[in-house]
């Protein structure tokens, strides 16, 4: 917490100071400069007072952008909707798909599924990356006045979340930007303490010339959890009665163990235009990313099984990765073009060489491989075309990923997109090679199939309708975790289909927001296990008052899915792992909220599960075997922008 404060206190000095007088054509941006922007009232109707108006500026949002690693540019968004509010989490995203655990920063349980977008191996512990920042979500600012946000939102009986976040152009030509993410929660069961720390900071720069372009980032992550493994007796929590209402008097599983991800990423990325009238680019990007999960305890356990050693137990994991892309991009008014090799060095590594019940594990892997990576894009009147074409040349990653994207805007109202994806990967890592001081958890499965994902998905979306989405998955080769714990591969894999269809209607001052996800596992149900639809709408009234100052939101949420087989977690991978005994699902969760904006902040206000006010005496909520959904809670949050 130490470097949110100064962050904090640095981000509120800075913002005192507003960058006054105009920038030259041609400063930063995803795609064009600034350019000399006259002082007007903001596109929103704020207005800063200032006693000194002949010498300040004022800016409209529109000039506050930020952009990814691809120059897709997004404006800053400081309207508040009821999708706002969904995405108010610990996370900072919508979790309509997901089902969180008790605690801040623990797991999300799935209820749907998702398929990944990259040939890389994944790591281990997938459960605790939910808050890391991937590298397409990395930004870079292009602002005329100093920009911060400010966020904060409670934890569960004791904690919060606290994000700063600060950017500043120091010349037109250069934007600097750092935030820092903290969260701390002691949960309301024993042994769940939570503690999260992420870090970033972007550089961004253009020569004045514009040829030379250059972005670079520093990230990292660390997120560390007691973990309790559970609840010993479920009657204790589903016939609490009085005894058990404090849910710290719950017996649990585990007393002593704890696990910790940490992870980081640098990445520079250049590009020079080599003539000056053309758009012909040479690239260059590298990243290296470094990764390590490890799980702790002092003394072992009999509940997870036999054990190699009587001593303390530290099983440590690590994955280091290396990346340097060069290539050409070129750009004729409605084509792009970039295609260039990509050089790929992984080294997965784990504690020692061990000979466990006749098998040989290795200590570590080491890969080096080549990947040819493409990108064409074609934009014209109202069509958007891109395909990704990335295909390994060496026997290391063994694969392809074909991606291709259509959109199409029929008019004014009506938009159409369709993507079709085709993979061929090695599975992550934890399928192929773990070690652990428990007798269980030693595999190695050199042989292991590639997984093959094939998902044709499309999109109808229009502006008073709302949007439908069709998505059509078949996986060969699924690889998972098996009820053992043991990590296995179905030959003949699953089918999945799922229909989403997401609205909000307003008539006057009362609004309705409805997601409904509508999916089967046509193939494969016994492996992959998920609730046949997921229902969530909100009913809400909103107002302006005090003359259009104070914008007021309140209503109601309900979100309901259907009973099914959830996975069940467990602590020492971290992660989930298929089950067959028992079902979760089946019960309501209701929240009461009430939201206000004054020009850029926001406040939010949420009785969480409210309904388990009435069932408390007998619940029967869960979001994983053993691992109990949350209470009733008061859940408040505010976000604060600043412009100058």
Do not use: C
Request: no cysteine; glycine share 6%; aromatic share 16%.
């Amino acid at each position: 917490m130490k470097n949110l404060i100064i962050i904090f206190f640095f981000s509120i000095s800075l913002s005192a100071f507003s960058q006054i007088g105009k920038f030259p054509d041609g400063g930063l941006g995803g795609g064009g400069g600034l350019g000399n922007i006259p002082a007007r009232m903001s596109k929103t109707g704020e207005r800063e007072n200032d006693t000194i108006k002949h010498k300040v500026k004022i800016f409209p949002i529109t000039d506050y952008k930020y952009f990814n690693v691809h120059n897709d540019t997004i404006i800053v968004d400081t309207v508040l909707t009821i999708r706002h509010m969904y995405r108010y989490t610990y996370v900072f995203k919508d979790d309509f798909l997901k089902l969180p655990f008790q605690n801040v920063g623990q797991p999300y349980n799935k209820l749907s599924l998702s398929t990944t977008n990259s040939l890389n191996q994944g790591f281990v512990a997938s459960e605790k990356k939910a808050n890391y920042l991937q590298h397409n979500k990395i930004y870079f600012y292009n602002v005329p006045t100093p920009y911060s946000d400010l966020s904060y939102l409670n934890g569960i009986s004791e904690g919060q979340t606290l994000k700063a976040f600060i950017t500043a152009n120091i010349n037109p030509h250069t934007n600097l930007s750092i935030g820092y993410k903290g969260i701390s929660s002691r949960g309301l069961y024993q042994h769940e303490i939570t503690s999260l720390g992420r870090f970033f900071a972007t550089l961004n720069h253009q020569s004045a010339n514009k040829r030379y372009f250059l972005k670079m980032y520093y990230v990292t992550h660390d997120v560390k959890n007691e973990e309790s493994g559970g609840i010993k007796d479920p009657k204790q929590f589903e016939q609490s009665g009085e005894t058990f209402q404090n849910r710290g008097r719950i017996e649990v599983l585990l007393s002593n163990a704890k696990n910790m991800f940490r992870g980081k990423r640098m990445y520079l990325g250049q590009r020079y235009k080599l003539f000056k009238a053309k758009n012909f680019f040479i690239l260059n990007n590298t990243k290296f990313h470094q990764q390590a999960y490890s799980f702790e305890q002092p003394s072992p356990t009999d509940l997870l099984g036999k054990t190699l050693t009587d001593n303390a137990i530290k099983d440590t994991v690590t994955l280091q990765r290396f990346q340097n892309f060069s290539g050409i991009r070129f750009k004729h008014k409605n084509v792009a073009i970039q295609t260039g090799l990509n050089y790929v060095y992984q080294y997965y590594k784990l504690d020692s060489i061990k000979d466990v019940n006749g098998m040989h594990i290795p200590m570590s892997m080491v890969q080096n491989d080549l990947v040819i990576a493409s990108i064409f894009k074609f934009n014209w009147k109202h069509i958007d075309f891109k395909t990704q074409f990335d295909f390994a040349l060496t026997p290391g990653l063994v694969g392809y990923l074909l991606d291709i994207n259509a959109g199409y805007k029929v008019n004014k109202n009506i938009s159409l997109k369709a993507q079709l994806k085709s993979i061929s990967k090695r599975p992550d890592y934890k399928y192929i090679m773990y070690q652990s001081a428990y007798l269980k958890y030693n595999w190695y499965n050199p042989d292991i199939d590639n997984e093959y994902i094939q998902e044709l998905s499309g999109t109808l979306q229009h502006k008073k309708w709302g949007k439908l989405q069709f998505k059509q998955s078949l996986i060969n080769n699924y690889t998972y975790f098996a009820q053992d714990s043991l990590p296995k591969q179905n030959a003949t894999g699953i089918a999945f289909s799922g229909l989403q269809y997401s609205s909000d209607f307003t008539s006057g001052k009362i609004g309705l927001s409805t997601d409904i996800m509508l999916q089967q596992v046509l193939q494969g149900e016994e492996i992959l296990s998920l609730p046949s639809y997921i229902l969530r709408g909100s009913l809400y009234f909103s107002n302006h008052y005090y003359k259009k100052h104070l914008f007021v939101q309140t209503g109601i949420t309900a979100k309901y899915f259907e009973p099914y087989y959830a996975n069940a977690y467990n602590p020492v991978l971290a992660d989930f792992l298929i089950q067959r005994t028992q079902k979760i699902g089946g019960y309501p969760l209701l929240d009461v909220f009430v939201n206000f904006k004054i020009k850029r902040f926001r406040f939010f206000f949420k009785l969480e599960h409210i309904n388990g006010l009435w069932e408390d005496k007998a619940p029967t909520y869960y979001s994983a075997p053993l691992h109990p959904y949350r209470d009733f809670s008061v859940r408040m949050g505010l976000r604060w922008i600043f412009f100058n």
